[in-house]
C-alpha cells in the first residue's frame, strides 16, 4: 500500500518539532562546528555537493532522511527503475533511466527486452548522426547539410536546445543547430531567414505527433523548403520533386511512427521512442538526435554515461549520503515549513543560460499538483517556481531580492574549475574572477553583514538598518571539473531525482501533466472565434469575447 500523505508520518511529526525550535544562524552553526562544511558536502558521480550552507542540522537531516524512508521512497524508487507503472493516471511505466544503461544490461518490462531495444535506436541515431557529419547525407542538389533545425516544443525542445547550448565547445565546426518551438510564426520565420534550404535539415521531434505547434512549424517548413528551393532553381515544382525534398530534408523523432508517414517523412528516417519516456525526460532518447548530429556520438554516449553514473549514485548510495535525496527533501523543508515559493537554479558557466528554462519544466510540470494520487487533496504546499539565469548577471538583476527581501529564495550555485576559454584580463584570470563572485554570493547568503559590522564601516545611521545582510539564506553549492558532456547528463539526472524523491514525498504523480490539457482544448475551440464564426463568438465569455473583439477592431 502507498503512503501518500506525508503530514501523516512519525517523521513529519518530528520535523515540526525541530522546526519549531529552530532558530537558523549559519554563522552559529558554522562557528561551532569547525567540520560542518565537510560534513554535509557529499560526491555524487563527479559532482562535489555542497549543503552545509542550507538550513538544516544533523537532527533535521535525520528527521528528512526518515519522512523519505517512511514514504516507502526506496520502494518508489525501485519501482520506478524496474518499469511498475508509477505513472498512475495514465497507465505508464517510467523508465527514463533505460534510456542510459549501458549495452548489455538486462531489463524486461512486460515481455521486452528494454535495453536492448534502446541500444537498438541509439545504433541507428549514431549512424545518422555519423552521415550527416561525415557530409555523406546531403539534400536534394547533393550538398551536405550545414544546419539541423530542430522544431518540437516542450520536452521536444528545451532538453535539446539547453544541452546544445551547455555542449557548444563540443559542436562539429561545419554543423550548427537551431531550435523552432513557439508557434508564432516569428520563431521559424527569424530561424530559417537567412538558411540556405539545400543545407538545411529538419529534425520534427514530437513524442505524440499531434503537438499543434510541432505539426503547425513542421508544415510551415516544408512550405519554406519547397518554395526556397523552388525559388533557387534547385527543384521543379512537381508533386515528385516535392516529396523528394521532405525524404533528404525531413527526418522525425517520435513514438508514433504512423504519424510521421502520414506527414510524408519516410518512417526509415524516424528515429523511435516509447511511451515510458516522459517528454520532459526524454533528453537522452531520440529526442536529443539534434545533439548527437552536433556533439557527434562518443560524446553522445559519455553524456549519457553521466547520467548512468548518477542513477546508480541515487540507488546505490544510503539516504544519508545520497545528493537526490538530500536536495528533494531539503527543498520539501524549505516549500512546507519556510513557505519558500520559489527556487533559484544560478549557473556560474555561460553555457548553461538554458538550464533553468529546461528545469522549469522538467520541476513544474512534474510537481505542480494538487491532489495526490489516490486522488486526494495534498494537505501541504507542492511544486515551487524554479527560475535562474547565469551569474554574474544575475547579481546586477534580482540578486537583491535574495540577499534582503523578505522572501526564503533556496539557491542552487553551480560552478565549474575550468572552462573552455582560458583567459587573462592583465595578470588576472578571468575564470577566477568569475569563480570569485560564486564564492563571494554563497558566502554573502550564508553570513550576511550585521549592524554591528555595518557602522563599523563609518555609515551614517539613518541608512545603517538598509545596509544590513541578514544572512542565512540558503544555498546548496554544485562543483564539478568541467563542463563536459558527462557533467552535463550528471547534472540533469540530477535534478530528474530530486524531482522524483519532492514527488514520492509530497504524495503525488510526479509523470502526468493533465494541467496543460484545458488550455489547449480550449484554444482549438476559441480559434474559429477569432476572425469569423460570429455564433463561436457569441458563445464566448463576456471578457474572452471583448478581448476577442478588440483583436477584430485592430487586425489589417
Ligand atoms: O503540453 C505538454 C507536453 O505534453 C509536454 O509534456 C511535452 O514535452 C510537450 O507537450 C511536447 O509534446 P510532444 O513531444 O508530444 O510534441
New binding site residues.
Partial sequence: MTITDATATGAWATLNELYAGYHPDLRAAFDADPERARTFSFACADLHVDLSKNLFDAQIKDALVAVAEQMGLAERREAMFRGDRINVTENRSVLHTALRRPAGDELVVDDVEVVAEVHAVLEKIYAFADKVRDGEWVGVTGRPIETVVNI??????LGPVMVYEALKPYVLESISCRFVSNIDPTDLAEKVADLDPETTLFIV???????L??LTNARMARAWLWNALVEQGAIEDTDETRTGAVAKHFVAV?TALDKVAAFGIDPANAFGFWDWV???Y?VDSA?GTAVAVAIGKENFADFLSGFHAVDRHFVETPFADNVPVLMGMLNVWYVDFFHAKSHAVLPYAQYLHRFAAYLQ?LTM?SNGKRVRTDGSPVSVDTGEVFWGEPGTNGQHAFYQLIHQGTQVIPCDFIALANTAHPVKDGDQDVHELFLANFFAQTKALAFGKTEEEVRAEGTPEAIVSARVFPGNRPTTSIMAPALTPSVVGQLIALYEHITFVQGIAWGIDSFD?WG??LG?QLAMQIAPAISKDDEALAAQDPSTRALIEYYRSQRR
Avoid: L, N, P, Y
Fill in positions: 518540437g516544443i516542450g520536452g521536444s525542445d521531434a514530437s513524442k505524440t505527433f499531434t503537438t505547434e510541432t517520435s516522459g517528454g520532459r526524454s529526442v519544466q510540470e501533466q496543460v490539457e489547449k
